[in-house]
C-alpha cells in the first residue's frame, strides 16, 4: 500500500542554519505530494504541494521537488527563524482514485534556538 | 470565513467512559475527514464523509468508534468505552467536492487516564 516515511525528529538548529528534512514515499500511480505544518497550539496547515514529477513547491522560504527517479519529497529552507519551530509532516493523496484521503509521515519537530 | 473549528480542544477522560468529539467544518463543504494521531507516530486516516454519507470508513481501529454526520453539517466522534490507547490528537479537515486539498481543524487532545 501506499505509504510516506520522514527523517526522526527532533531537529534542533541554529537560527540562520540550512534545513532539510527527509522525506520518501511508496505509492502506485501518480501521487500528489505535501508538506503540512503544525505551529504550536495551532491546527495542521498546508505549507506546500506539488502534483507531478519535477514539480517545485515552495512557499515561506520553504522548498521541495517531486523527484519520482528516487521516489523522495525533501523539505528544504535555506535560513531557518526561531518562527519556524514546528512539526512538519509529509503526506501524499493517491492517484488515480484521489478523495482527499491523506497519507501522512510521522512527523518531524523543529526546533530553531536563536 | 470561520475555519474548521474542533470541540473540545482538549478532554481528560477515565478508562471506561464515553467522549465525543465535535468538528464542525467550513460552510459549503461537502468532504469531512477525521485523522488521527497517537503518541507522536503519523497522522492516520480514519473516515470520510460526503455530505451525511460515510464514503470510506476503512480507518476506524474498531467498533468503539462511531461517527456521525446528520443533516451533512457538522459532524460527531463518539468513543465508547474509551481504552488508554485511544489517547492522542483527533484531527478533523473539509473539503469542497472537486477541490481535494483540505482544510484542518486545530484538533482535539484526548487523554484518557
Known amino acids: 500500500g501506499n505509504s510516506v516515511t520522514q527523517m526522526e525528529g527532533p531537529v534542533t538548529l541554529s537560527e540562520e542554519a540550512f534545513l532539510t528534512i527527509n522525506c520518501t514515499y511508496t505509492a502506485t500511480g501518480y501521487p500528489s505530494l505535501f508538506w503540512y505544518v503544525q505551529y504550536p497550539g495551532e491546527g495542521l496547515q498546508l505549507l506546500l504541494k506539488a502534483t507531478k514529477a519535477d514539480d517545485k513547491g515552495s512557499n515561506k522560504g520553504f522548498e521541495a521537488t517531486y523527484r519520482k527517479e528516487t521516489t523522495s519529497f525533501h523539505l528544504e529552507k535555506g535560513s531557518v527563524q526561531v518562527s519556524d519551530s514546528a512539526v512538519y509532516f509529509c503526506a501524499l493523496t493517491q492517484f488515480p482514485g484521489n478523495t482527499g484521503k491523506l497519507i501522512f509521515g510521522q512527523g518531524t519537530t523543529l526546533q530553531v534556538k536563536p | 470565513e470561520a475555519g474548521v473549528t474542533q470541540f473540545p480542544s482538549h478532554s481528560v477522560i477515565e478508562k471506561g467512559q464515553t467522549v465525543t468529539l465535535r468538528c464542525d467544518p467550513i460552510s459549503g463543504h461537502d468532504n469531512l475527514y477525521w485523522y488521527r494521531r497517537v503518541m507522536g507516530k503519523e497522522i492516520k486516516f480514519l473516515l470520510h464523509?460526503?455530505?451525511?454519507?460515510?464514503?470510506?470508513e476503512s480507518g476506524m481501529p474498531n467498533n468503539r468508534f462511531l461517527a456521525e454526520r446528520t443533516g451533512g453539517t457538522y459532524s460527531t466522534l463518539k468513543v465508547q468505552p474509551a481504552e488508554l490507547e485511544d489517547s492522542g490528537v483527533y484531527f478533523c479537515?473539509?473539503?469542497?467536492?472537486?477541490?481535494?486539498?483540505?482544510?484542518f481543524g486545530q484538533g482535539t487532545r484526548l487523554t484518557v487516564v
Open positions: 479537515a473539509s473539503s469542497q467536492v472537486g477541490v481535494l486539498i483540505p482544510f
Open positions: 464523509f460526503v455530505k451525511e454519507s460515510k464514503q470510506d
